[in-house]
């Protein structure tokens, strides 16, 4: 599908361990950041978000970490599962509605 | 709930031939919708995006277009394909700046 590709960066990981994906965002006054899955052919699932109010938020198996003074946004997958495999996007939004995506993460979980 | 369609899934068009994709929102009113387009193992690019019917803001200069002639309705077009328009179409819908944007199914492209 289009949204795996051979140029991504991979993190691959074992069953049942944790995972930590890492993003670096690019504008300092962005305010709202999301956490996207892409499976290849599909479009992406909304999976998380956080406000710049808040440093850190739990979902389910998923915890999305903000950093705003060096600029970095990292998603935690716990007990990760074969069906975890896919690539990851954050986004971030500013002054605008319009959201500003990085460039993905495959990540692959061996069985 | 909310539900977002888009169609055809996959299209295969000849070089100089026109383009309709369409988009619709299901369960909410007046949203905010978008158009991306995704090469393969890239990331998403903002083509257009509506705040409103009849109100299109463009992103790319290129040989597409946008309409929202209904309220949960944004159509892409062209007149004329380019090879390097293939790729993978994404429409999504947010209520606005801090809210989470969700996105459809997508549509592939492949122009021959």
């Known amino acids: 599908g289009e949204s795996v590709g051979l140029h991504l960066p991979t993190l691959s990981v074992q069953e049942g361990d944790n995972s930590i994906i890492n993003c670096a965002y690019s504008?300092?006054?962005?305010?709202?950041f999301i956490w996207y899955k892409q499976e290849s052919g599909k479009g992406p699932q909304f999976i998380i978000d956080i406000r710049s109010n808040m440093d850190k938020r739990q979902g389910q198996r998923v915890t999305v970490l903000l950093n705003k003074t060096v600029k970095h946004l990292s998603l935690q997958i716990a007990a990760t599962q074969p069906g975890d495999s896919a690539v990851y996007f954050c986004?971030?939004?500013?002054?605008?509605?319009?959201?500003?995506f990085g460039t993905g993460t495959l990540l692959a979980v061996q069985p | 709930s909310q539900t977002i369609h888009q169609w055809p899934a996959t299209l295969v068009q000849p070089v100089g031939s026109p383009l309709s994709l369409e988009c619709t929102v299901e369960g909410t009113s007046n949203p905010n919708l978008y158009w991306y387009r995704q090469a393969a193992g890239r990331g998403l690019q903002l083509l257009f995006y509506s705040v409103g019917i009849g109100q299109i803001s463009s992103e790319v200069p290129q040989n597409l277009s946008a309409s929202r002639p209904q309220d949960r309705q944004f159509i892409l077009s062209s007149k004329k394909l380019l090879l390097s328009d293939s790729g993978f179409y994404l429409c999504?819908?947010?209520?606005?700046?801090?809210?989470?944007?969700?996105f459809g199914p997508g549509t592939r492209l492949t122009v021959t």
């Open positions: 999504a819908w947010d209520r606005g700046r801090s809210y989470e944007q969700y």
């Open positions: 504008n300092s006054a962005s305010d709202y």
């Open positions: 986004a971030e939004k500013g002054a605008t509605n319009k959201l500003i």
